[in-house]
């Protein structure tokens, strides 16, 4: 055990003590938690900013509130439910189209305006929510995937996440949905975490159930050699939610939707470390260069022109 945790620290990787004892707790002040922990309030905070996030549809708050569902769905044959204070993807239902009296999902499986309404009820109560408490059902619009991903991504919206320090992203993966996770773009569900060069945007090598991968577990094709389009414009989004939350060491999630580009899908205080196993990279190297530049530029493009020189392979 200590032989594994040596070499693990001779590669510079990352643990979960190290990074909320050196770098959550002094970077990230508990007091702005909330603007994160809340997907509605995030969402609000990024449209005052001025950045670009899936619009909303509307939001239901109280089992008084369930009675708009159906005209507040009846306009939109495409859109997703979310709990706003939800963790790991549990909650989110995708309705990809509305067949008659039914809405259907991205495999085709259909449910009825009661299940719907259910689903939502659940998510009031706070079944999916952090600390079980009462929640929000936020409805929104339904992301449509640049088709760059059409041959590694299973039925879902694959995500990418920047791990963003002091205000500069420091690595990147894309998250490709896969058959066991269902469509949702998240590793604990079984979706493969695909490292990306910070500085080209290129898609290296994969993480699937905690382990190496080079081939996508559906497909069996590559994962390697994507490039991913508006790559310049998605690190600038990810530096910019470090003024947006005050958050010095931050998960940014974001889509790449076929026609709207970039959108800022949420944000996390307390980023999960598998992003280190998909790029084969420890982040420990990649802060301390950071750390030890001192004073970092104050501007978000001059902070990704700074990562990438630092970082470009």
């Not at 414009?233 to 940014?252: D, H, I, K, S, W």
Request: charged share 20%; glycine share 10%; aromatic share 6%.
């Amino acid at each position: 055990m200590f032989g594994t945790w040596l070499a693990l620290h001779r590669r510079g990787i990352l643990g979960i003590n190290a990074r909320n004892r050196d770098y959550i707790m002094p970077r990230n002040p508990r007091r702005h938690y909330p603007l994160v922990d809340n997907k509605l309030s995030t969402k609000h905070l990024a449209i005052e900013a001025g950045i670009a996030v899936p619009t909303l549809y509307g939001v239901i708050e109280s089992e008084y509130d369930l009675r708009r569902l159906d005209a507040l769905l009846a306009s939109h044959p495409g859109f997703v439910i979310k709990p706003s204070r939800g963790a790991g993807g549990a909650g989110v239902l995708v309705i990809d189209s509305c067949r008659k009296a039914l809405f259907v999902k991205a495999d085709g499986r259909v449910l009825s305006h009661h299940e719907v309404a259910y689903h939502t009820a659940n998510i009031l109560s706070g079944i999916y929510s952090l600390g079980g408490v009462p929640d929000q059902a936020m409805i929104e619009y339904r992301v449509r995937p640049n088709p760059i991903f059409d041959a590694v991504s299973y039925l879902g919206v694959p995500d990418i996440r920047l791990l963003v320090y002091r205000g500069m992203p420091v690595l990147a993966m894309v998250r490709l949905p896969t058959r066991q996770s269902d469509g949702k773009a998240n590793l604990h569900q079984g979706a493969v975490g695909v490292g990306v060069k910070i500085a080209t945007g290129r898609t290296t090598t994969g993480v699937w159930q905690n382990r190496a991968v080079s081939e996508h577990p559906d497909f069996g094709l590559p994962l390697a050699g994507l490039e991913i389009p508006n790559w310049p414009q998605l690190l600038e989004l990810g530096a910019r939610c470090f003024e947006l939350t005050g958050l010095g060491f931050l998960g940014v999630d974001i889509v790449l939707d076929q026609t709207l580009g970039p959108l800022l899908l949420e944000l996390n205080a307390r980023p999960g470390l598998g992003i280190q196993i998909a790029n084969r990279t420890g982040l420990r190297g990649r802060l301390a260069a950071i750390d030890a530049l001192g004073a970092l530029p104050e501007t978000p493009s001059a902070r990704v022109a700074l990562t990438c020189a630092l970082f470009p392979d």
